[in-house]
């Protein structure tokens, strides 16, 4: 009832197809390219036999593994509010216009989430927080978002690959079955050299802004009084952040410690800032703008729960598809072709790579795709003499490493949602996330046991 290789290559070619007509073609949303991808596979699959109820159950069981990454969402949407609202947002984004010199705001930005995320071991942490304070500050400097965007992935990414409390590495060491610390040191032998290419490519960035003439100056200047009028600043707003970072840190989960943050942020909007409880309630969900006063409003306008509604959209049908496709067993099909074929050690980590990143495009699940490929990945590198620890190195530079540049993946979508951008624009920009994929063939076959 699943596809051999064949079926599996014509399967593959009608997603292939339906992805690039809907984006390059007919310019449709993600999520409707999803669905026309969703009823292509469920054709294939009833006509292999497959009972829809089956399959919808499925479909049912996809849906509800990203359950807490779309509640994550939410309360996102809601934090963020909360934060601006209580002044938390404002103070660090008037913080930081004093402090940081506009030509060094990249490199900054990027070192700064790098060392954050490495710390919390999350980058959904690093971005929902550190990386919002960050996005308000550019706007207010006239940092192209396309470079501030690739700045704070590359750095969050960076950090979550190579911390002891990452979940990515903690899965990568599982499913290879190599220490934990082993796995970072594999990975770190590619993911350095993407973080020393990114220095001064952030650096020369920043260079080519002109930050020097009147009218920067006075825009600054301009937000900073409008900041200090409508918000009362100092220590107490930027208590939140703080004990969020220090949740993150004790490993508390994602929804009670956002949860948290949001009550913090409610009790500083209604006492600190004098807003209505029904105020700040209505904001977060429906969203918070100042139109009344623009200097502050194309900076601190923010949609709320509400906003996330099309990357939720978006998470449930890419979830579901992916359900569809692994019940008609295309990655395993793809997976056996390619490694009986794979004779030498070069072949072997190439194909690794290769087949990681089509799975990881077909699916947009990272963690599923890790799951069924760490098996003949280790298989392979057993027989061929390779080290264990640099299966875990390749699912962490196949998967996290490049999830932001997966426009349909989880953390693709979030990003998205924070930045407001589409990965495929910023991703460029953003070495980290894509040299180490690159140099992990070489730097495999050049380790021996």
């Known amino acids: 009832m699943t596809l051999n290789f064949k079926e599996s290559m014509f399967a593959l070619a009608g997603i292939t197809a339906i992805m690039l007509l809907g984006l390059f073609v007919v310019g449709a949303p993600t999520a409707i390219i999803f669905v026309g991808e969703l009823i292509f596979v469920t054709i294939i699959a009833l006509l292999k036999k497959h009972p829809y109820k089956k399959l919808q159950q499925v479909m049912i069981a996809g849906v509800?593994?990203?359950?807490?990454?779309?509640?994550?969402?939410?309360?996102?949407?809601?934090l963020v509010t909360s934060w601006i609202m209580g002044g938390t947002m404002p103070t660090l984004i008037h913080?930081?216009?004093?402090?940081?010199?506009?030509?060094?705001?990249?490199?900054i930005a990027f070192l700064m989430c790098s060392l954050t995320s490495m710390i919390v071991g999350t980058s959904w942490g690093t971005i929902s927080t550190l990386g919002i304070a960050f996005l308000g500050i550019s706007n207010a400097l006239g940092i192209e978002l396309v470079h501030t965007a690739a700045a704070l992935a590359a750095g969050a990414i960076f950090g979550d690959k190579l911390s002891p409390l990452s979940s990515s590495v903690a899965l990568a060491s599982e499913l290879s079955g190599a220490a934990h610390i082993d796995c970072i040191k594999a990975n770190a032998k590619t993911t350095v050299i993407g973080f020393l290419v990114s220095i001064p490519?952030?650096?020369?960035i920043g260079t080519t802004y002109d930050v020097s003439g009147e009218g920067a100056f006075e825009q600054s200047q301009a937000l900073l009084t409008a900041i200090e009028s409508e918000f009362a600043l100092g220590i107490i707003p930027i208590l939140p952040p703080i004990i969020v970072f220090a949740l993150i840190i004790l490993k508390v989960p994602n929804?009670?410690?956002?949860?948290?943050?949001?009550?913090?942020?409610?009790?500083e909007s209604v006492f600190l800032q004098g807003y209505t409880m029904n105020e700040v309630c209505t904001a977060m969900f429906s969203g918070f703008r100042m139109d009344e006063n623009p200097v502050i409003g194309d900076v601190l306008n923010y949609s709320g729960m509400n906003g996330m509604t099309s990357i939720m959209i978006l998470i449930i049908f890419a979830s579901a598809f992916g359900g569809v496709v692994k019940v008609l067993g295309i990655i395993d099909a793809l997976l056996n072709k390619i490694f009986s074929e794979s004779s030498s050690k070069g072949?072997?980590?190439f194909a690794g790579a290769v087949i990681h990143t089509v799975c990881f495009l077909i699916t947009g699940a990272y963690y599923a795709v890790n799951s069924i490929l760490a098996p003949p990945l280790n298989e392979a590198y057993d027989k061929h003499d390779l080290p264990r620890a640099h299966v875990g190195s390749l699912l962490l530079n196949g998967g996290t490493g490049i999830s932001p540049i997966i426009p349909w993946s989880g953390t693709g979508i979030f990003m998205s949602g924070v930045f407001g951008l589409t990965s495929v624009w910023y991703c460029v920009y953003a070495p980290v996330l894509w040299l180490p994929l690159i140099l992990e063939p070489v730097a495999t076959v050049m380790k021996r046991k």
């Open 255 to 267: 929804i009670p410690t956002f949860a948290v943050g949001i009550v913090l942020g409610v009790l």
């Open 201 to 204: 490519l952030y650096w020369y």
């Open 95 to 107: 913080f930081g216009l004093k402090i940081i010199d506009a030509k060094a705001f990249l490199l």
């Open 347 to 349: 072949k072997v980590t």
């Open 64 to 78: 509800s593994e990203v359950l807490t990454p779309i509640l994550t969402l939410l309360l996102i949407g809601a």
